[in-house]
C-alpha cells in the first residue's frame, strides 16, 4: 500500500482477479493523512464519511436493515427493466460489505456472475471478505476516481451512497461520481442507482436541529461543517438532471415512500449512528461527539417515546441507459 502526502494519488488494495480492467498508470485518490498539506473542504468532507463507517463498521454489520430492503428493490426494478441480463461483469460502488454480490447470485439461481465492489471503507470492506470469503473483487477506493480502463463494465449499480456527496456547502455533487460511472460502463449498459430522498429521517433530523442549536456556540464547534440535512437527501429531478446532462436515457425514475419498521426507538437510534454518526457529527469537537450525540437521541426519544418506530425514508430509484451513437455531454 502506497500513500502520497503529495494529495496524489495510491492504490490501497489491489483487485486480482480484475488485472485486466484496471486503468493503465491510474492512481486512486488517497486522502491527505497526518503531516500532509490541508485538505479541501470536499476532500474533509469524503474523509468524515470515510471515518464515520470505519468506525461504526461493526455496528453496520448489524443493523443493515435501513438499507437491505432498498438494494433488493434496486435490484429488481433492474432486472425487469429489460436493459440488463445476468451476463457479464457488474461494478458495485460504494458497496459496503459486498451484500449485493450474494443477492445478485441468488437472482441468478447459482450463475456465476463477475462482481466487483468499491467502497470508500477499509473496515466495511474487511468485514465483507470475512463474511464471505469468496469476494475476492472487493477494493478500498473513490467513486470519483474509479481504477477502471473505459467502458469496463456491464452493468453499474450503486444502492443508497451518492447522497454522500451531495454536499453543495463544500461544493461538492454527485455529479462527478455519476461521469466515473459513466466513463467505466461500456455502451448500451445500464446504471442501476438510489439515494435517499427529501424527507428521509425526517424526525430524526428534527432533534437533531434543536440539539445543534443548543451547541453552535460551543467552543470548538466547526459551524463550516454544520448542514441542517447532514444525509444530503436529493430530489428525484435533481439526480434525474445530472444523469441527462452526461448524457445517460432514462429508462425509469421512481421516488417511492417505504418506512422501516423498528421495534423499539433505541434499535433505530443504532442504525442512524452507523449510518451517519460521523456526518451528523461532523461540527462538534472530537471530546463532546459522545455527549452530543447522547443528546440528540434523549430529545428523540422524548418526543416519540421508546416504542415501534417506523422510521420515514424516501428512496429514489433510477435505472439509465448509456446509449449507443452518443458521446455524452459530459467531458472529464
Ligand atoms: C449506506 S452505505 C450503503 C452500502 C451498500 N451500497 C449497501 O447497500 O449495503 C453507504 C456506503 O457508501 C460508501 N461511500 C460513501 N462515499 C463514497 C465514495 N466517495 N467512494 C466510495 N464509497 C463511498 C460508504 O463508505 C458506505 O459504505
Request: hydrophobic content about 40%; overall charge negative; charged content about 20%.
Amino acid at each position: 500500500m502506497t500513500i502520497d502526502c503529495e494529495g496524489r494519488y495510491a492504490i490501497l488494495s489491489l483487485l486480482e482477479a480484475c488485472g485486466n480492467l484496471w486503468a493503465p498508470n491510474h492512481e486512486v485518490k488517497q486522502m491527505a493523512g497526518e503531516g500532509c498539506k490541508a485538505m479541501d473542504s470536499s476532500t474533509e468532507y469524503k474523509e468524515i464519511v470515510r471515518i464515520s463507517y470505519d468506525t461504526q463498521a461493526s455496528l453496520y454489520a448489524k443493523t443493515l436493515s435501513m438499507q437491505s430492503g432498498n438494494m433488493m428493490r434496486l435490484l429488481g426494478y433492474l432486472l425487469t427493466s429489460g436493459i440488463s441480463q445476468s451476463r457479464g461483469n457488474y461494478l458495485d460502488v460504494g458497496c459496503g460489505m459486498g451484500n449485493l454480490a450474494q443477492e445478485i447470485q441468488q437472482r441468478f439461481g447459482g450463475v456465476s456472475i463477475a462482481y466487483c465492489g468499491i467502497d470508500l471503507s477499509q473496515e466495511l470492506i474487511k468485514l465483507g471478505k470475512i463474511q464471505n470469503p469468496s469476494l475476492h473483487n472487493m477494493l478500498v477506493g473513490d467513486i470519483e476516481h474509479l481504477p477502471f480502463r473505459d467502458e469496463s463494465f456491464d452493468t453499474v449499480i450503486s444502492n443508497s451512497v451518492l447522497h454522500w456527496l451531495n454536499v453543495p456547502e463544500v461544493g461538492q455533487s454527485p455529479r462527478r461520481a455519476l461521469a466515473e460511472i459513466w466513463r467505466v460502463l461500456r455502451v448500451d449498459r445500464s446504471l442501476a442507482v438510489s439515494v435517499a430522498g427529501i424527507g428521509t429521517g425526517r424526525m430524526f433530523q428534527e432533534s437533531y436541529k434543536r440539539v445543534m442549536a443548543q451547541c453552535r456556540f460551543d467552543p470548538g464547534f466547526k459551524a463550516a461543517l454544520y448542514r441542517e440535512d447532514p444525509v444530503g437527501t436529493m430530489r428525484l429531478d435533481q439526480l434525474i438532471n445530472m444523469l441527462l446532462d452526461i448524457g445517460f436515457n432514462i429508462k425509469l425514475a421512481l421516488l417511492e415512500y417505504e418506512p422501516v419498521i423498528y421495534s423499539h426507538a433505541a434499535k433505530y437510534l443504532n442504525a442512524v449512528k452507523a449510518y451517519g454518526y460521523g456526518m451528523f457529527l461532523a461540527p462538534v469537537p472530537p471530546l463532546n461527539k459522545e455527549m452530543v450525540w447522547q443528546m440528540i437521541e434523549n430529545d428523540f426519544v422524548e418526543h416519540i417515546g421508546d416504542r415501534e418506530y417506523h422510521h420515514d425514508q424516501y428512496m429514489i430509484y433510477v435505472i439509465a441507459l448509456k446509449p449507443k451513437n452518443n458521446s455524452g455531454r459530459y467531458q472529464p
